[in-house]
């Protein structure tokens, strides 16, 4: 197998002011929180858009797995629907003294390049802002931070940057390069 140099960017924001919020695209789109921990909604949710830009990672995780990490005090996932139907996530995880990681943010590749990601990203950030004002016991938000890579899609750093966030970390890694696994095996076309 083949190695393959990807990039990795680490961004963040340091106060609240740093959001620059994007216009909510035209048409029936609606961010809700996904108040109950499903691990099933949360691996299609994750598999639906990370599928052709080699999500992995939590493809093995068990239901117990998925189940423990959706419980966590703090763990939220926000979920776009364009006319009723899931479009993309956020999901917000926080860490030791206010630092609130946005550990997934992405749509399916359907509803990508209809203004969606900027609103729903907006919005997540918002929320991580805002994370102890729902989860009582949790330290006020000081710092939100994300991750992206070269293996993401093309907009992706342009958004998170028109978002207001800043670079704080590069790295490059050689990894195995592998086909994308699709939503579920099969998916795509050989």
Same mark, same amino acid.
């Given at each position: 197998?083949?190695?393959?140099? $990807?990039?990795?960017?680490?961004?963040? !924001?340091?106060?609240? @002011?740093?959001?620059?919020?994007?216009?909510?695209?035209?048409?029936? $789109?609606?961010?809700?929180?996904?108040?109950?921990? @499903?691990?099933? *909604?949360?691996?299609?949710?994750?598999? +639906? $858009?990370?599928?052709?830009?080699?999500?992995?990672?939590?493809? @093995?995780?068990?239901?117990?797995?998925? !189940?423990?990490?959706?419980?966590?005090?703090?763990?939220?996932?926000? &979920?776009?629907?364009?006319?009723?139907?899931?479009?993309?996530? $956020?999901?917000?995880?926080? !860490?030791?003294?206010? &630092?609130?990681?946005?550990?997934? *943010?992405?749509?399916?590749?359907?509803?990508?390049?209809?203004?969606?990601?900027?609103?729903?990203?907006?919005?997540?950030?918002?929320?991580?802002?805002?994370?102890?004002?729902?989860?009582?016991?949790?330290? !006020?938000?000081?710092?939100?931070?994300?991750?992206?890579? +070269?293996?993401?899609?093309?907009?992706?750093?342009?958004?998170?940057?028109?978002?207001? *966030?800043?670079? *704080?970390?590069?790295?490059?890694?050689?990894?195995?390069?592998?086909? @994308?696994?699709?939503?579920?095996?099969?998916?795509?076309? +050989?």
């Amino acid at each position: 197998m083949t190695n393959i140099p $990807v990039t990795t960017w680490s961004l963040e !924001q340091t106060a609240p @002011s740093d959001l620059l919020p994007a216009a909510a695209p035209d048409g029936d $789109v609606r961010i809700v929180r996904s108040e109950v921990p @499903s691990p099933e *909604f949360s691996r299609f949710l994750y598999a +639906s $858009v990370g599928g052709d830009i080699l999500w992995v990672d939590r493809l @093995s995780w068990t239901y117990a797995r998925w !189940q423990e990490h959706l419980e966590r005090p703090g763990v939220e996932t926000w &979920v776009a629907y364009d006319r009723g139907t899931p479009a993309g996530y $956020v999901e917000l995880a926080p !860490q030791d003294d206010g &630092v609130v990681e946005i550990e997934y *943010f992405g749509l399916i590749p359907a509803f990508r390049g209809r203004r969606i990601g900027g609103h729903l990203l907006s919005y997540g950030t918002a929320r991580a802002w805002d994370l102890a004002d729902r989860w009582p016991g949790l330290p !006020q938000t000081k710092r939100v931070w994300l991750h992206t890579c +070269s293996k993401d899609g093309e907009h992706a750093m342009a958004n998170y940057l028109r978002r207001g *966030f800043t670079l *704080f970390d590069t790295k490059v890694e050689e990894e195995a390069e592998a086909p @994308s696994p699709g939503p579920w095996p099969g998916a795509y076309p +050989s």
